[in-house]
């Protein structure tokens, strides 16, 4: 059974930093595309980042250029958004995504398998 998993989120100060983790079971990650969307209430779900089987690393908010980075552990089948410099606009549930393809894409539609989601708080 295919099924993605996300942990790290929580409550923290501006300017702070969180690290979630996405892991998978039922399937082996380095062959799909990881997309990390997050949605704020009462706002539409954005793309956040990206990575590809190849390790192509992409970024689709100016906001987080520089603060967010994703990454690969694929001996523990996870990828990892480490959370920089928080803002409060940041505030949303945060989900990683699937699908087995090449290339990354922004779009939601694009995924095949979805996590639950955590939620991030950014407040003092």
């Known amino acids: 059974q295919v099924q993605l998993v996300e942990s790290g989120g929580g409550l923290v100060q501006p300017g702070g930093s969180l690290r979630l983790s996405c892991a998978a079971s039922?399937?082996?990650?380095?062959?799909?595309?990881i997309g990390w969307f997050r949605q704020a209430p009462g706002k539409e779900r954005e793309g956040v980042s990206c990575?590809?089987?190849?390790?192509?690393?992409?970024y689709y908010l100016d906001s987080v250029k520089g603060r967010f980075t994703v990454s690969r552990d694929n001996a523990q089948n996870t990828v990892v958004l480490q959370m920089n410099s928080l803002k409060s606009e940041d505030t949303a549930v945060y989900y990683c995504?699937?699908?087995?393809?090449?290339?990354?894409?922004?779009?939601?539609?694009?995924?095949?398998?979805w996590g639950q989601g955590t939620q991030v708080t950014v407040s003092s």
């Open positions: 995504a699937a699908a087995r393809r090449t290339f990354c894409d922004r779009d939601w539609s694009y995924y095949d398998h």
């Open positions: 039922g399937f082996t990650l380095n062959y799909y595309i």
């Open positions: 990575i590809s089987p190849s390790d192509g690393r992409f």
